[in-house]
C-alpha cells in the first residue's frame, strides 16, 4: 500500500513560517473519522466503549477531540489521571488500567470515580486499605503461557507482569463480593501492535469463556469485558492494514456464540486502543540540516530520538516522506540520523529515499500514538511542540516546544 501523508510541502511552508521544526503535527479529520469506524464496528454492543489509552498521546486537546467522539481515557498514572481530570473527563468514563500502583494512584482514581482495574490479587487488599472497594471493580487477566492464533504465537503473557492468574481470578472475585463489590469487569492485554483482525475476537472469545466461567463458580455479576488495547496499524508500506469493521464483526461473532447462549447477552464490551486510535493521524516534521558523506550517505535532522524514539528503541520502522517530492525516484541510500551521542540515534537505516538536499522537509509517518509522549531530554536536548491540523483547514498550537528554562526549572541554582 502505499503510504501517504496527510499534509503537503505547501502546508508545511505556511506552519513553519510561525513554528518552527521540529513538531508533531496531528491530524483532526483522520482521528474523528476513525473514531467513528472504531464505534461503528462495535454498534451492535449496546453498552460499548472505547477508553483512550493516554499514554499514547497525553494531551488534552486530543483527549477532548476523543471526548466530543463518545471516548473516554485509560489511565495508569497519577498524572494521566490529572490531565483526565483537567480535560473534564471524570467518573466512569475513565479506566484506571495501572500496575505496581502507588497508594495515591488510587486514592485519586476513586475520588475522580474511575473504574479502577485490578493487576493483582494482592491489590485488593490494598486498595481496601487505601481507598477502599469500589462497588464496580475490573480484574486484569493474565493466561499464562503463550498467546496464539491458529498456529502462530503472537505473544507470551506467561512472561509478563501483568494480571491474576486464572485461579485468582475465582478467588479474588469471591473476596471482592466479600468486600460488597455488586459489579465486575474482566479485562486481558495479551499481544501488543497486533497485525492480523483475529487478535481481538481470538482474544474476546477467551475472555467470554472465563466469564461464563466466573459466573458459574462465583455468582459474580460481570457486566463488561475489556479487550483492552493492542491492534496494530500498518507502519510499512508493505503492511496490511487491519480492517476494524472485520475485527468488531469476528467480535460479535464470539459475543453471539458464547455470552448470548449462557444468558449474558447483557455484558458491554469495552476497548482500550491506543495506537490504533491515533498513530497514523500523528507525524513528525523535521529539517534537513546537514548531509554527510562518510563510509555511509548521512542526513542528519533537526529532530532526533528524543522527539521520537521508537525506531532507537525497538528498531521500529517509521515510513518517512521528502515533502514535495513524492513522485521522485528512491534511488538514494540514507542513514536519516538525529544528534544524539548515540548511534541509536537513526530515524532509518540504509532507507532508500529521493535524493535529499539541506532545507528539505522530512515528514516521519505514523507517530501520532507513543510518538511525542516517548520523549524524554538525553543530551539535554528539548521537546519540541505539537500542532493542530484542524478540520477547517487551521493550525492550532497544542503544545509550545520546550525552552532551555524547562529543562533547568528543576535545579535550584542559588543554593550552588
Ligand atoms: C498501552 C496500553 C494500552 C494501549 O495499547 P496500544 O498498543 O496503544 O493499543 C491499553 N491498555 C493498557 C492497560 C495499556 O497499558
Not at 513553519?16 to 508533531?24: A, G, Q, R, W
Not at 486510535?277 to 563510509?295: D, N, Q, R, S
Amino acid at each position: 500500500m502505499e503510504k501517504k501523508t496527510f499534509v503537503t510541502k505547501a502546508q508545511i511552508e505556511e506552519m513553519v513560517k510561525t513554528y518552527p521544526t521540529p513538531f508533531h503535527l496531528y491530524d483532526e479529520k483522520g482521528i474523528r473519522e476513525n473514531a467513528r469506524r472504531v464505534k461503528a464496528a462495535f454498534s451492535w454492543n449496546k453498552g460499548y466503549k472505547e477508553y483512550f489509552a493516554v499514554k499514547a498521546t497525553p494531551n488534552p486537546y486530543i483527549l477532548k477531540i476523543l471526548k466530543e467522539e463518545g471516548i473516554g481515557t485509560d489511565c495508569s498514572s497519577l498524572t494521566e489521571l490529572m490531565l483526565s481530570e483537567k480535560t473534564g473527563i471524570t467518573g466512569e468514563e475513565i479506566m484506571f488500567s495501572s500496575n505496581v500502583t502507588p497508594a495515591e494512584e488510587f486514592v485519586l482514581a476513586r475520588k475522580l470515580g474511575a473504574i479502577i482495574n485490578l493487576d493483582d490479587f494482592t491489590h485488593i487488599d490494598f486498595l481496601k486499605e487505601v481507598a477502599g472497594i469500589p462497588e464496580k471493580i475490573s480484574l486484569r487477566y493474565n493466561p499464562g503461557g503463550y498467546f496464539q492464533i491458529s498456529n502462530s504465537i503472537m505473544d507470551n503473557p506467561g512472561d509478563a507482569k501483568y494480571g491474576f492468574t486464572h485461579d485468582q481470578m475465582i478467588e479474588g472475585m469471591k473476596k471482592l463480593m466479600g468486600y460488597g463489590v455488586k459489579e465486575f469487569g474482566i479485562h486481558a492485554f495479551l499481544a501488543s501492535s497486533t497485525m492480523t483482525n483475529e487478535y481481538y475476537p481470538t482474544l474476546a472469545r477467551q475472555l467470554f469463556e472465563l466469564a461464563v466461567e466466573l459466573r458459574e463458580k462465583t455468582g459474580a455479576n460481570i457486566t463488561f469485558v475489556n479487550l483492552s488495547g493492542g491492534i496494530g496499524i500498518p507502519y510499512k508500506p508493505t503492511d496490511e492494514p487491519n480492517d476494524i469493521a472485520v475485527i468488531g464483526a469476528g467480535v460479535h461473532k464470539a459475543f453471539d456464540e458464547v455470552l448470548v447462549p449462557a444468558g449474558m447477552g447483557d455484558v458491554a464490551i469495552y476497548t482500550e486502543l491506543g495506537r490504533f486510535m491515533l498513530a497514523p493521524y500523528g507525524c513528525l516534521v523535521a529539517k534537513a540540516i546537514h548531509e554527510k558523506h562518510t563510509y555511509k550517505e548521512y542526513i542528519g535532522l533537526d529532530a532526533c530520538a528524543v522527539n521520537l524514539m521508537r525506531p532507537a528503541m525497538y528498531g521500529a520502522y517509521h515510513h518517512i516522506t521528502v515533502a514535495g517530492k513524492e513522485n521522485e525516484p528512491c534511488d538514494h541510500k540514507y542513514d536519516v540520523t538525529g544528534s544524539l551521542c548515540e548511534n541509536n540515534d537513526k530515524f532509518a537505516i540504509d532507507r532508500m529515499l529521493p535524493k535529499i538536499d539541506k532545507g528539505d522537509y522530512l515528514i516521519i509517518h505514523d507517530t501520532g500514538a507513543h510518538g511525542f509522549s516517548m520523549g524524554y531530554n538525553y543530551n539535554g536536548k528539548l521537546k519540541s511542540a505539537e500542532l493542530l491540523l484542524c478540520v477547517d483547514g487551521s493550525v492550532k498550537k497544542i503544545r509550545r516546544a520546550e525552552t532551555p528554562e524547562d529543562y533547568f526549572a528543576t535545579l535550584d541554582f542559588s543554593n550552588l
